[in-house]
């Protein structure tokens, strides 16, 4: 398939006429067709509900997008709950699907009405401790261990991951949290990342259904809901298939029919977590090439780096580059593409065909939307950048602004005229 930015050259053109490069920028059409499309494709199920994975794109502007479809949010930190409860999030909105997690949070939790996915059996009486109480409403994190496969393909590897209880363990805890008063239960696995097949959903549909009526049967417990978290993937890649929403729905639709209607369990939620499905194709990072370099390889520099999108660097994952207004051109340079980080793991692409790439052309780096902006950080003492919202109707927004200078040096509070010093 290939790979279209959502944005023209012309709109770019104007945009940074206002707003400098380098910056994220989001597609509010593409965010709500897609919200709509999951909605519909899980409106089978009565209490379907899509907790949006803030750590994906925490942004207050989309995440009121995705409110009007009705998501709610999954957290796993403090400031992310906070930024659920500041989006309008009430209690039953909130999914806290956290991990290690300190006193302070899990009570923060409870007092907005989130609720709380455990972790780990352990954190049974850590929560009573921290809160007070064991909330009526409570989930459990199940992980299986071993290879999580589909047919012979190894998607990833749960007995190496920290998350979740075995299973011997979900059932003591489920029976010990029922003493204790909890009278609604949810069950929650994540078990392979950025799955770009259809069949992950159902897979794991079947495993977390297999085991609610397991425990709805040996303990009683009231199974209000099956939290098959993230990892609906994207293709990143031109040459991968998209997922198709609509056949995960009815993938998982047939499992609940087959296992939990026959064991009475049909007033079962489905509840998902998705970040990346949500987000991913929907922002992208536009940038400007400002240097040419011509060693032992050819080289482009950009004004972005991985501070603004560290995927590549960090787990050498692709994301597609568009050279803009050059897209009908041949892709007959080889180039790397790269930041300015004095890390030379800076590199948005290695060895990529491109256009020949001229001084002052905007690139667009593709499915940045989700795990983009998030998992910027301040290396080499680089600035964050704004994210700007495209509208439906062509008009943009500035929703968050870039870090300056200032901000860099806010938190010397023991020096805090460091900053007027230098300007
Ligand atoms: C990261 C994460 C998600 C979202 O994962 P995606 O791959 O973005 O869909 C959901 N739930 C939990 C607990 C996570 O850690």
Not at 95 to 119: A, K, Q
Not at 121 to 144: D, K, L, M, Q, Y
Not at 198 to 226: C, K, Q, S, W
């Amino acid at each position: 398939m290939k790979k279209k930015p959502f944005v023209t050259l012309e709109k770019l053109q104007e945009i940074i006429k206002e707003y400098p490069t380098p910056f994220h920028l989001y597609d509010e059409k593409g965010i709500r067709e897609n919200a709509a499309a999951l909605k519909k494709a899980f409106s089978w199920n009565k209490g379907f509900k899509e907790f949006f994975a803030v750590k994906a794109t925490p942004n207050p502007f989309l995440i009121d997008i995705l409110r009007e479809y009705g998501c709610g949010c999954d957290c796993s930190s403090m400031t992310e709950l906070m930024m659920a409860k500041a989006c309008g999030c009430q209690g039953g909105d909130i999914m806290f699907s956290s991990n290690d997690t300190p006193p302070e949070e899990f009570r923060y939790c409870d007092s907005i009405g989130g609720i709380i996915n455990l972790d780990d059996i352990t954190h049974i009486p850590f929560v009573e401790e921290a809160v007070g109480h064991i909330p009526e409403t409570i989930s459990c994190r199940f992980n299986p261990g071993g290879l999580f496969r589909i047919s012979n393909d190894i998607m990833d590897n749960p007995g190496d991951a920290k998350y979740g209880m075995t299973e011997e363990q979900i059932f003591k805890a489920f029976r010990i949290l029922k003493a204790k008063g909890a009278s609604k239960f949810g069950i929650h696995a994540f078990l392979a990342s950025n799955t770009v097949t259809n069949d992950y959903y159902p897979m794991l549909a079947r495993i977390m259904f297999d085991l609610a009526v397991r425990l709805h049967r040996e303990t009683g417990a009231d199974i209000a809901f099956v939290n098959l978290s993230g990892g609906i993937g994207i293709p990143y890649s031109p040459d991968q298939e998209p997922n198709d929403i609509y056949a995960i729905g009815e993938g998982v639709r047939k499992e609940f029919e087959e296992v939990m209607v026959p064991a009475g369990l049909e007033n079962t939620a489905i509840y998902t977590e998705l970040g990346r499905f949500m987000m991913g194709p929907y922002g992208c990072l536009v940038t400007k090439a400002i240097h040419e370099k011509h060693t032992h390889k050819e080289y482009i520099g950009v004004d972005a780096c991985a501070v603004n999108l560290m995927r590549p660097a960090m787990y050498g994952a692709y994301h597609h580059i568009t050279v803009m207004g050059k897209e009908k051109e041949p892709c007959d340079h080889l180039y790397d593409v790269t930041g300015s980080l004095c890390e030379n793991n800076d590199k948005f692409a290695i060895d990529r065909y491109l256009p020949e790439v001229e001084m002052g052309d905007l690139l667009v780096i593709h499915d940045t939307g989700a795990h983009g902006f998030s998992m910027g950080y301040n290396y080499n003492g680089k600035l964050k950048s704004a994210e700007i919202l495209l509208k439906e109707d062509g008009s943009f927004k500035m929703i968050r602004r870039a870090e300056t200078e200032k901000d860099y040096f806010a938190t010397f509070d023991c020096f805090p005229e460091l900053y007027s010093k230098l300007v």
